[in-house]
Nanobody
Framework: QAQLVESGGGLVQPGGSLRLSCAVSRGIFSINAMGWYRQAPGKERELVAAITAGGSTNYADSVKGRFTISRDNAKDTVYLQMNSLKPEDTAVYYC?????????????WGQGTQVTVSS
């Protein structure tokens, strides 16, 4: 059973927008932070945006001013709003949850959703 499920990926034209969603299972406890990562073909997976339990956010320089990470605790969902998309944003986007319980650390990864920016 998947504990993180991404959705919202697809094909979009340059300059367009997409909103990715990550549904978090209530079976995942004590989440310290969540993030969105992406991996393009032949490239290393990189952090795109992260949000802490306290609501602090940070972004990769390449997406600052264009992407926004947010969460809806009532829906147990994390979002990545992507605006002004560029072809170089094309990648598989993964949701990640980091947990810390009594000093034990564990990471959960979603299956990924494809984002393609092309005319």
């Amino acid at each position: 059973q998947a504990q993180l499920v991404e959705s919202g990926g697809g094909l979009v034209q340059p300059g367009g927008s997409l909103r990715l969603s990550c549904a978090v299972s209530r079976g995942i406890f004590s989440i310290n932070a969540m993030g969105w990562y992406r991996q393009a073909p032949g490239k290393e997976r990189e952090l795109v945006a992260a949000i802490t339990a306290g609501g602090s956010t940070n972004y990769a320089d390449s997406v600052k001013g264009r992407f926004t990470i947010s969460r809806d605790n009532a829906k147990d969902t994390v979002y990545l709003q992507m605006n002004s998309l560029k072809p170089e944003d094309t990648a598989v986007y993964y949701c990640k949850a980091d947990t810390v319980i009594a000093g034990y650390r564990r990471s959960y990864w979603g299956q990924g959703t494809q984002v393609t920016v092309s005319s």
